[in-house]
């Protein structure tokens, strides 16, 4: 050991702590589940601004098939319940169950009544995300988010999927990461520049009068929106005032999203930018740093992890050489922190069950399952490292005692600065 890294250690300035006590389990309150969204997963889609992006060669790949969760729904949750989870996260495709404005499809209607049944029985409790970024070709025709009336077309298509599921008491995310929405509607040109603050008012309203109606219909429901936290702290905090502090009052809990990190000495975050996202390192204690992060700026909410996992190439692989169980078991363990600090954080979702469209092609893999959607006509689904890892964690409410993360914490994160400069994360 160098005398930089002693001094380091002694002083405990690189997150380690000098405290031998393992983080104590999660309990079995806790709940771990696993996500996908219907547009990345079931293939067969209707007409959507999706579906056009491709078609139209805005983005490199169509969607095709995806990996056919639309025939394979059952093998897939019942994958889930092989892994112990209680949470099964998933999306109703608007464009699938109403192709045109105001007629609805029966057998649209009918495979979400396979998939809600299938969930429950498996004995999870469904995540029900209303809108994953994917609105019918109907509503693009009609002029999408560049009109005040998409806000009152999305309410009536969410109230439909409230009063058809309400009976399964579910969770459920109004908006999939909105301010994701704006920007890739912004991008692939569903929404002029000048509309934007128009879009954002109407989602805005839109989860607001939502909120209000399931709570007529499911009493005591839990209601929210995921925010794509970002790396990059000053950016996070005007981020949040687009949406979630604007929700904040109809936000029964706080979900978010984490993937990425980001320090003075590694920016490869930027990675992403050329959609190599299996590029960009990892330091797992930032999950920490984030909901210590949301817990200081929304008191007194419960925090719920509504995306995180790690990317790889096709191939599986890293240049860092980060496995995904690692990574798994790491992230898990900076949960376990988190509540022995006291952060009210009730549960975790892993992206993603199985690989699946990322948005433009099917390069980046996020599975607990690996499926090769391009080269295997079988979509057979692969289990990766992380399943075992997954299954031990669910049995044992978190790491065993006296696990440490494969990776110590670094110095002044700029996932959080100050905070993380002046209160590092300390591996205990």
């Given at each position: 050991?160098?005398?930089?890294?002693?001094?380091?250690?002694?002083?405990?300035?690189?997150?380690?702590?000098?405290a031998?006590?393992?983080?104590p389990?999660?309990?079995?309150?806790f709940?771990?589940?696993?996500?996908?969204?219907?547009?990345q997963?079931?293939?067969?889609?209707?007409?959507?601004?999706?579906?056009r992006?491709?078609?139209?060669?805005?983005?490199?790949?169509?969607?095709?098939?995806?990996?056919?969760?639309?025939?394979?729904?059952?093998?897939?949750?019942?994958?889930?319940?092989s892994?112990?989870?209680?949470?099964?996260?998933?999306?109703?495709?608007?464009?699938?169950?109403?192709?045109?404005r105001?007629?609805?499809d029966?057998?649209?209607?009918?495979f979400?009544d396979r998939?809600?049944?299938a969930?429950?029985?498996?004995?999870?409790?469904?995540?029900?995300?209303?809108?994953?970024?994917?609105?019918?070709?109907?509503?693009v025709?009609?002029?999408?988010?560049?009109?005040?009336?998409?806000?009152?077309?999305?309410?009536?298509?969410a109230?439909?999927?409230?009063?058809r599921?309400?009976?399964?008491?579910?969770?459920?995310?109004?908006?999939?990461?909105?301010?994701?929405?704006?920007?890739r509607?912004?991008?692939?040109?569903?929404?002029?520049p000048?509309?934007?603050?128009?879009?954002?008012?109407?989602?805005?309203a839109?989860?607001?009068?939502?909120?209000?109606?399931?709570?007529?219909?499911?009493?005591g429901?839990?209601?929210s929106?995921?925010?794509?936290?970002?790396p990059?702290?000053?950016?996070?905090?005007?981020?949040?005032?687009?949406?979630?502090?604007?929700?904040?009052?109809?936000?029964?809990?706080v979900?978010?999203?984490?993937?990425y990190?980001?320090?003075v000495?590694?920016?490869?975050v930027?990675?992403?930018?050329?959609g190599e996202?299996?590029?960009?390192?990892?330091?797992?204690?930032?999950?920490?740093?984030?909901?210590r992060?949301?817990?200081?700026?929304?008191?007194?909410?419960?925090?719920r992890?509504?995306?995180?996992?790690?990317?790889?190439?096709?191939?599986?692989?890293?240049?860092?050489?980060?496995?995904?169980?690692?990574?798994?078991?790491?992230?898990?363990?900076?949960?376990?922190?988190?509540?022995?600090?006291?952060?009210?954080?009730?549960?975790?979702?892993?992206?993603?069950?199985?690989?699946?469209?990322e948005?433009?092609?099917?390069?980046?893999?996020?599975?607990?399952?690996?499926?090769?959607?391009?080269?295997?006509?079988?979509?057979?689904?692969?289990?990766?490292?992380?399943?075992?890892?997954?299954?031990?964690?669910?049995?044992?409410?978190?790491?065993?005692?006296?696990?440490?993360?494969?990776?110590?914490?670094?110095?002044?994160?700029?996932?959080?600065?100050?905070?993380?400069?002046?209160?590092?994360?300390?591996?205990r």
């Amino acid at each position: 050991m160098s005398c930089a890294a002693m001094l380091l250690a002694i002083c405990g300035l690189g997150g380690v702590g000098t405290a031998s006590a393992s983080v104590p389990p999660l309990g079995p309150a806790f709940e771990f589940g696993v996500a996908q969204s219907g547009f990345q997963s079931e293939g067969y889609n209707r007409d959507s601004n999706w579906v056009r992006y491709g078609n139209q060669g805005r983005v490199a790949h169509r969607v095709g098939n995806a990996v056919d969760f639309y025939h394979r729904y059952a093998e897939d949750i019942a994958r889930a319940k092989s892994l112990g989870v209680g949470i099964y996260r998933t999306s109703v495709e608007w464009s699938r169950v109403e192709p045109s404005r105001g007629r609805d499809d029966p057998a649209g209607w009918a495979f979400y009544d396979r998939v809600i049944r299938a969930v429950v029985d498996a004995g999870m409790r469904p995540m029900i995300t209303l809108n994953h970024w994917v609105h019918p070709g109907w509503a693009v025709d009609l002029g999408g988010w560049n009109r005040p009336q998409m806000s009152a077309d999305l309410v009536r298509f969410a109230e439909r999927v409230v009063d058809r599921y309400s009976w399964a008491d579910p969770l459920w995310i109004t908006f999939n990461e909105p301010t994701e929405y704006v920007r890739r509607e912004l991008m692939y040109g569903g929404v002029a520049p000048q509309n934007v603050g128009l879009m954002a008012d109407g989602i805005v309203a839109a989860h607001r009068a939502i909120h209000r109606y399931i709570h007529r219909v499911q009493p005591g429901a839990q209601v929210s929106s995921n925010m794509a936290y970002y790396p990059i702290a000053g950016l996070q905090t005007w981020l949040e005032s687009v949406f979630p502090q604007r929700m904040r009052d109809t936000l029964d809990f706080v979900g978010v999203d984490h993937y990425y990190s980001f320090s003075v000495t590694d920016a490869s975050v930027a990675n992403g930018a050329s959609g190599e996202f299996w590029k960009s390192s990892q330091a797992p204690e930032s999950i920490y740093y984030v909901l210590r992060h949301v817990a200081q700026q929304f008191p007194g909410k419960q925090i719920r992890v509504i995306e995180n996992g790690l990317a790889t190439d096709p191939q599986g692989r890293r240049p860092d050489g980060y496995r995904r169980a690692d990574h798994l078991r790491d992230t898990v363990y900076w949960l376990q922190r988190a509540r022995q600090d006291g952060i009210d954080v009730a549960s975790y979702n892993y992206w993603s069950l199985t690989d699946n469209y990322e948005w433009g092609d099917f390069d980046s893999r996020f599975g607990l399952y690996t499926v090769d959607a391009e080269r295997d006509p079988t979509l057979t689904r692969h289990p990766t490292d992380a399943v075992a890892a997954y299954r031990e964690i669910t049995r044992d409410n978190g790491v065993r005692p006296g696990y440490r993360p494969t990776r110590m914490p670094v110095t002044c994160s700029l996932v959080a600065v100050p905070d993380s400069c002046a209160n590092p994360a300390v591996v205990r």
